[in-house]
């Protein structure tokens, strides 16, 4: 898969109420370090639940009335905050790991 297509699969899996950061959506489609991409991702597509994409810590990183409209979303998908920043310990998606390939070792 594309790399546009893996950052959309990951974020679509984010379900309602949970919140991940653009690092965690690069490393869940299998993009580690590919944060500024996943940003791209969002700016071009529509339909996705870009609400639940967040900078680290928790952090909204829209400014203006982007930002506001993205706070009121979460918080009717009942996402709470600490200050400016979303509780991330309640509220953080944590992408279920993707395991190597096992494969069997050869005997000797």
Known sequence: MPL????????????????S???????????PGAARQVVGVLRRSVGLPWQRVLGSGGEIKLRGE???EQRFRLEA???T???RRVDMKQHEFKFPR?????TKKPRT
Request: aromatic content about 8%.
């Open 4 to 19: 546009h297509a893996d950052i959309l699969a990951a974020i679509r899996r984010i379900p309602r109420g949970k919140v």
């Open 21 to 31: 950061t653009y690092g965690a959506v690069a490393c869940a489609a299998g993009h």
């Open 66 to 68: 982007s930002g506001f």
């Open 77 to 79: 998908e009942g996402v």
């Open 81 to 83: 905050f600490r200050g």
């Open 98 to 102: 993707m395991g190597k390939k096992q």
